[in-house]
């Protein structure tokens, strides 16, 4: 008997409750792929580096900072590559989300691991947060879409692909959903971490909604030393993570002051939901930690449920916390967003 009761039902594809990552994914093996399902071969080893570059998009008049990672540079004539837009949080901007460098610790820049797999790996500044200029805005979830959509141009330009696989994570995947929401023609397939949808039961929501009436009326949030490290141990799983990486992360990000905008945390304590399931009609992964208190397992599941594509999945990683980028059991992210990506196209539509 299926016990989620649908138009459309939970397939097999669906995985992990407890159980071992590689149950129903389309496997990537030692390959990656593009956005049409050809397979790529990696490219370079764990500890080579890679070419990076930077770039602006215009929003209004706000100036936003583009960051770009492959494993080397762009040559004229050259085939495409597929392209990976990553997209930040609402308390550390993109490049100390998915680009930071934690000494003698191993890899943690989710632009290193994908560009070597032969993706070309962008990432934004949201206004008012790191490189990018501030409109003075809140910087809620309706900008954020509009920053993206500023961003395209500027992407499709460089690449040559007008299509895009978005992975977003904690606000930023409801940023990424709901540009591809609006957007459906650009995104290729969408990566959801640590999503919420509604937000019913969530603990950490529950406690952050005690400061609604702050977000209300301030633009402008306190994000210190103390803040950023409660990131990884509000969840009552600290031991999930390097202490290391929470004083590497502080240390980045608090180079930008130790104030962030509330819009975010507005949205997500107060308006929820921000994304209609039935909208998002590309291939989806929903990917949680099992200790992640953002979102509860059957809030998830009911988003899940309304999508209207087939080629979807939900997958939660074991003795994670909230930051499943982060976590002793990344490279457990890394496969099912990787297997996830280089699925091929199906046979029949």
Known sequence: MNPFPHDHPIPRRTLLRGAGLGVGLALAGSHGASAAGEMMEPTSAADTPVWSGEY???KDNVKLNLWRKRAIAPQPGASALPVLFLVHGSSNSARTSFDLMVPGKGEYSLMNVFARYGYDVWTIDHDGYGHSGSSGNNSDIASSVA????AFPVVARETGRSKFHLFGTSSGAIRAAAFAQARPENVDRLVLVAFTYKGTGAPTLRERAKQVEFYRTHNRRTRDRAMIHSIFTRDNLASSYD??????MAEEELKFGDQVPTGTYLDMTANLPLVDPAKIVCPVALIRGDHDGIATP??????YRQLPNGER???TLP????SPGFANNRHLMWYATRSFLAAPAPAAT
């Open 313 to 315: 999945v939900l997958i």
């Open 147 to 150: 920053d993206l959509k500023a």
């Open 243 to 248: 202490p290391a990486v929470a004083e590497a």
């Open 319 to 322: 003795n994670t916390a909230h």
């Open 56 to 58: 602006w998009a215009i």
């Open 298 to 303: 059957e809030d998830l599941f009911d988003f």
